[in-house]
C-alpha cells in the first residue's frame, strides 16, 4: 500500500497501472467506513501478491485529485488499467464482494505464469533455441488457455518447425469462434501453404511450370492461386501478394474471395505485434511509430506493407 499525492500519482498510478492494476482508495481520516475497508484492501493486496497494486489518496489532502475522479463520498475505489479508469465501487464492501470486483479485472495466477513463460519463450527464440521456446509456450498455455498471444506465438513457431498437426489442433478453438479473429485466420491460411506444398503435387512445381499454364489463360485462378500457396510457403511474400493481385482485379469473389482473404492474411503475418502496453510514444496498433514520412521510408517492412494495402484498396474499389 502507497499513500499518492499529486506529487507522485503519476508515477506510482498512472505509469504503474501500465504494468499492474492499481486500485486506488479514496478516503479521509474522519471516516468510519473508510476505517473498516482499509484493513480488508491491505489484506487483499497481500493475498493477491503483486496480482493489482494497491494506492490510498486522502480525499482532503489531495482535493484536486480527489475532483478530478468526481469523487462525491468516500471510500469510493477507482481501479485503473494502462492509464485509464475501468471500473470501480464506492462504500465499505465485505472481503468476499471486494474478491469478486478484483477478479473480473484482476490477472489470474495462471495468467501472471503464463506471461512469465511467454517472456521467456521470447529470449529463447532470440537466441535460436527453438524446442525449448516451444515447451515454454506450451506450459504458458496450459497455464492460461485463454492467453491469445501465447496461444498465436505457439502456432507460429508450430508452423515454422514443420509441426503441422499440432498447429492446426491449436487453432481450432480461435477459429471455432465468432466472428473468427484475424491473427488466427492468417496462421491457418500460413498453414494451408505450407501443407499444400506437402501433399500437393504443385508443390514441387518450379516457377516456370505455374507461368506456363498461366501464359495459356490468364483466369486460371487455381493454378494462379497455387503458385500464391508456393511462395507464401517459401516465405516469398510480397509476390506472393501480386499474384493474389491478379486474382482480385479480374474476379474479385473467386472461390469465396479466397484471393482477397489470403492477402489480408499474409498483410496480417507480416503486421509487426502491437506494444503490450498502451502506447503513449506515438505508436499505431500495428506497431509501428508514427513519426512521419522519414521513420516509414527507415523501415522497409512498414513502407511494403503500406504499399500493399493501398494496391489492395485501389483494386477492391
Request: with cysteine; net charge negative; aromatic share 6%.
Amino acid at each position: 500500500m502507497i499513500n499518492v499525492t499529486v506529487q507522485n500519482f503519476e508515477a506510482e498510478v498512472i505509469a504503474a497501472s501500465m504494468q499492474t492494476p492499481v486500485l486506488v482508495d479514496f478516503w479521509a481520516p474522519w471516516c468510519g467506513p473508510c476505517k473498516s475497508l482499509g484493513p480488508v484492501l491491505e489484506q487483499l493486496e497481500t493475498e493477491y501478491a503483486g496480482r493489482f497494486k494497491l494506492v490510498k489518496i486522502d480525499s482532503d489532502q489531495e482535493q484536486q485529485l480527489a475532483a478530478a475522479f468526481g469523487i462525491r463520498s468516500i471510500p469510493t475505489c477507482i481501479l485503473l488499467k494502462n492509464g485509464q479508469p475501468v471500473d470501480g465501487f464506492a462504500g465499505a464492501l465485505p472481503a468476499g464482494q471486494v474478491r469478486q470486483f478484483l477478479d473480473k479485472h484482476v490477472p489470474s495466477e495462471g495468467a501472471l505464469v503464463a506471461e512469465a513463460e511467454v517472456s521467456e519463450a521470447e529470449a529463447l527464440i532470440e537466441s535460436g533455441d527453438t524446442q525449448a521456446a516451444l515447451a515454454k509456450l506450451a506450459d504458458a498455455l496450459a497455464q492460461d488457455p485463454a492467453n491469445d498471444d501465447a496461444r498465436a506465438d505457439y502456432v507460429r513457431l508450430l508452423i515454422a518447425t514443420g509441426a503441422y498437426e499440432e498447429a492446426a489442433a491449436t487453432l481450432q478453438e480461435p477459429l471455432a469462434r465468432e466472428p473468427r479473429p484475424l491473427r488466427f485466420d492468417a496462421l491457418r491460411r500460413w498453414l494451408d501453404a505450407m501443407q499444400f506444398v506437402e501433399k500437393d503435387e504443385r508443390g514441387n512445381w518450379p516457377l516456370e511450370q505455374f507461368d506456363a499454364k498461366i501464359a495459356d489463360n490468364k483466369r486460371d485462378f487455381d493454378t494462379r492461386f497455387a503458385k500464391a500457396q508456393v511462395l507464401m510457403a517459401e516465405g516469398n511474400w510480397a509476390p506472393a501478394m501480386d499474384e493474389l493481385l491478379d486474382i482480385i482485379l479480374r474476379d474479385k469473389t473467386w472461390n469465396d474471395e479466397m484471393a482477397r482473404k489470403t492477402y489480408v492474411a499474409i498483410l496480417e503475418l507480416l503486421t509487426p505485434p502491437p506494444p503490450k502496453t498502451a502506447a503513449a510514444d506515438g505508436k499505431s496498433a500495428g506497431g509501428i511509430e508514427l513519426t512521419g514520412k522519414a521513420a516509414m521510408q527507415e523501415d522497409p517492412q512498414a513502407a511494403l506493407l503500406s504499399s500493399y494495402r493501398r494496391k489492395l484498396s485501389m483494386a477492391l474499389n
